[in-house]
């Protein structure tokens, strides 16, 4: 019975003043989809910034251990078995063959998709297709030291090779002056096998760490390194970035969560006439408690519900704009964001008890 | 009259002023924190990632080639151009210079170590020259400062010179092969010097682990390579460390093409290319490239973290707004009595919505200040702590002054807005039904 009319009390509450029931329910709303948004994209930030150090390229270097050997034929797939599926990786063989003019030069063959998929701050004119057997790419030193772009004449040891130019490479390292050619072409020409594998694991340096073990227990005999370089100064942004996004995520979470139990206190304080008017009705203390409580756990529910879509939406829209990847709605978040808000709603409706609970019914119903 | 109303109202109403000032002072400081971190994050992140080294490589346009594999100069080049190590002060002339970090400057000789003495066995070794901890004309830099994952043992050699010997640091690899260590002390040869009676001893300084081929080299300071090969202010290459601006499809155009207004435009931009072309001007006979795997992935990365950031600092203003004005709004609602009973004793529908207005501007003012002051100091705390910072933080680099009326204006806006809809319907209801509805 006493339910029933709970259940009665706390509809007409919230319809009759629909008004003030609607400020507090987008209250309500807004700390749910702030707390949502943000913590759908924190959870997600890690993997989203590693993946924008992909372009850095390769983050780990398999080499034969003894250099006069190349590495085994089934090396790179092994490589990309081992280390994992979203990893890219990309064979090379050196030597040094002389051009027309007698300079010595770098070759290097190579899988020029392959390359092209890893090494994405390559600055190229036109890649080769892949079909072309004879098409290279020059580093822009190298191609300095040869007479005719087209028509690049070649010798290694006594066997010449006419290699065509498809264009320039352009990339501020040693790149600069070598002669990049297709693998297959590179080893009917030198004999030499494919001696350096350079593959990139996205991830922080535990991840590099792990794929380094995988990669040395898949390939016995062979020297796996990491690229120092890149894999400490990663770990130091994401985990700066990381550390930064947590800061603000707090620090919006609180303010708007300070705001919101300001906004829903001074309503609940509104109503200390009603509260007086139950009283002086026969109302015990725990009774209106409980209900001032329901009403505020209806409202959180409402904003959680609302607040879920609405933050989704706002996480979806960030990540989009930012780094052009959907970020999906995470269910995970759903129990935090409840909690965080069912605290706020009982904190707002508990906040007041101290002065509703001094009140005397009769002077505030007389007029305070 | 009105002035008096206003100053009642803050002086009695101490409980509902500061509930509204309480969330217009928090969400100014939010949204003053995360502007400012917004603002300045480009800046962090760039310092962080110099981690990655140089992004810009000058080297003699006359070169030969280099035949490189794998780091490992596969046929050492002998001879062949240089860069004037006296030109490299320059650098700190060009239109750019206070945006060059870092400069390293190297030069690899071919020496002999003998260990057994003068006149024991030589074993052929790579010698690289560099600079330590110099100063550039204001900046102190050096190899270490520009190749922030060489972890050094020991300390690096330093450029006052030493009566009796001569400091060194070796390669990791180097050191194991050779059974050297920290204090081992034996004669390095150059291909210049013959007479070996009058060179000091190269004494180990620091054992230095990189990773690379560095590891299988001997690092001296540049003046003793240069003295090793006998070539007085001779460099091979330098590594430059610039604080740049991400590459726009502007900055790749060649600026020999542009028209000479635009041409000044990409001049006067920090782009790698930019400086780049500012070195070569800079440095007789000298050829700059922007290292892309640096410049390029540095740009995509610093771009993705300050745009969000900036996302972030919407967001934060967009609930912030909401926040405070539903915090103003509830603050009215409360005092429709109040209004009422203005109303009722003839003031008109003005003199009520100017003295709300008032008050909230006033309190938008006060707390937003407040509000200002305390965001510019938790975003320079979570700065400090979360980035390195160099030097003491001092007031004038916490407070960044073009925030303070972007913050109040904003917090002005929202409690006024706010405020409306709520002061609208207290003045349409009629006053008596307030009243009688309230007492």
């Known amino acids: 019975m006493s339910h029933l009319s709970m259940g009665a009390i706390l509809r007409r509450s919230l319809v009759h003043r629909r008004a003030r029931s609607l400020s507090a329910l987008i209250a309500m709303t807004v700390s749910a989809a702030v707390a949502t948004a943000l913590l759908t994209l924190y959870a997600d930030l890690d993997s989203k910034l590693h993946r924008e150090f992909r372009s850095f390229g390769a983050n780990i270097v398999v080499t034969a251990a003894d250099s006069n050997n190349g590495i085994p034929a089934d090396a790179l797939a092994k490589v990309l078995a081992t280390a994992g599926s979203d990893a890219q990786a990309a064979e090379f063989s050196y030597a040094v063959a002389s051009t027309d003019r007698g300079t010595p030069i770098v070759v290097v063959g190579t899988d020029f998709d392959a390359v092209r998929k890893l090494n994405s701050w390559w600055q190229v004119d036109a890649w080769p297709a892949a079909t072309d057997a004879n098409a290279a790419l020059l580093g822009q030193r190298a191609a300095q030291f040869v007479a005719d772009e087209h028509n690049v004449q070649l010798t290694f040891g006594s066997h010449p090779l006419t290699l065509r130019g498809a264009g320039r490479l352009r990339t501020g390292g040693d790149e600069d002056s070598r002669i990049y050619l297709p693998m297959a072409t590179f080893t009917t020409w030198t004999g030499a096998h494919p001696s350096v594998i350079e593959v990139q694991v996205p991830g922080g340096a535990t991840q590099v760490e792990a794929a380094i073990v995988r990669l040395r227990q898949a390939l016995p005999g062979m020297k796996v390194d990491p690229v120092r370089q890149l894999v400490e100064g990663e770990s130091r942004i994401v985990d700066k970035t990381h550390a930064l996004m947590y800061g603000a995520v707090l620090l919006i979470a609180l303010t708007v969560a300070v705001s919101v139990l300001a906004t829903l206190s001074a309503s609940v304080l509104e109503r200390r006439r009603d509260f007086a008017l139950m009283k002086a009705l026969g109302g015990s203390q725990s009774n209106l408690m409980a209900m001032f409580l329901l009403e505020a756990l209806v409202l959180a529910l409402g904003g959680v519900a609302a607040g879920y879509i609405l933050g989704s939406a706002a996480a979806w829209a960030i990540s989009q704009l930012n780094f052009h990847t959907a970020t999906l709605p995470r269910i995970g978040v759903l129990p935090l964001v409840f909690l965080l808000n069912i605290l706020i709603a009982f904190l707002a409706a508990l906040f007041p008890v101290r002065v509703l609970r001094r009140l005397e019914p009769a002077a505030l119903l007389k007029g305070e | ?439």
């Open chain 2, 1 to 439: 009259m009105f002035f008096r109303l206003l100053m009642e109202s803050f002086r009695r109403q101490r409980r509902r002023k500061a509930l509204a000032g309480l969330a217009i002072l928090l969400g100014t400081t939010a949204v003053t924190a995360m502007l400012a971190l917004a603002t300045t994050i480009g800046d962090r992140i760039h310092k962080e990632l110099a981690a990655y080294g140089a992004n810009i490589v000058v080297y003699p346009a006359a070169d030969q080639l280099e035949v490189k594999v794998g780091g490992v100069d596969v046929k050492p080049v002998s001879g062949g151009a240089y860069l004037h190590e006296s030109d490299l002060a320059k650098l700190r002339g060009i239109f750019w210079a206070n945006n060059i970090m870092g400069v390293s400057p190297e030069l690899p000789v071919n020496g002999s170590a003998l260990l057994g003495g003068v006149d024991g066995p030589a074993t052929p070794v790579k010698v690289t020259g560099l600079w330590f901890n110099h100063d550039l004309k204001g900046i102190t830099t050096g190899a270490p400062t520009l190749h922030p994952w060489w972890k050094l043992e020991g300390t690096w050699p330093s450029e006052a010179v030493h009566t009796g010997h001569t400091n060194i640091v070796v390669g990791s690899r180097l050191a194991k092969q050779l059974g050297l260590h920290i204090g081992s002390a034996f004669v390095l040869q150059g291909n210049a010097q013959k007479d070996l009676q009058n060179d000091p001893p190269a004494q180990v300084s620091g054992i230095v682990s990189t990773g690379d081929d560095v590891d299988n080299q001997i690092l001296v300071d540049l003046s003793v390579a240069q003295a090793m090969e006998g070539v007085k202010d001779a460099v091979r290459r330098v590594e430059v460390s610039a604080r740049t601006k991400p590459e726009d499809a502007f900055a790749r155009k060649d600026p020999d093409t542009l028209s000479p207004a635009q041409r000044e435009i990409w001049y006067c931009r920090p782009y790698a290319n930019s400086i780049a072309y500012q070195i070569r001007e800079a440095i007789p006979g000298s050829r700059a490239e922007q290292v892309r795997r640096v410049e390029q992935s540095e740009g995509t990365v610093l771009k993705r973290i300050s745009g969000l950031m900036w996302l972030i600092s919407a967001a934060a203003l967009l609930a912030a707004g909401f926040a405070v004005s539903a915090a103003m709004a509830t603050a009215i609602l409360e005092r429709q009595g109040e209004i009422g009973l203005m109303r009722s004793l003839g003031a008109s529908k003005t003199t009520v919505a100017l003295l709300f207005y008032a008050e909230a501007g006033l309190l938008a003012i006060f707390a937003g200040g407040l509000g200002y002051l305390a965001g510019s100091g938790l975003s320079g705390w979570l700065g400090a702590r979360i980035f390195a910072t160099d030097g003491p933080t001092t007031i004038s680099s916490l407070l960044i002054p073009v925030l303070f009326p972007v913050v109040v204006t904003l917090a002005l806006i929202v409690a006024i807005a706010g405020s409306t809809p709520a002061i609208r319907r207290a003045l349409i209801t009629d006053p008596s039904a307030i009243l009688r509805a309230n007492v």
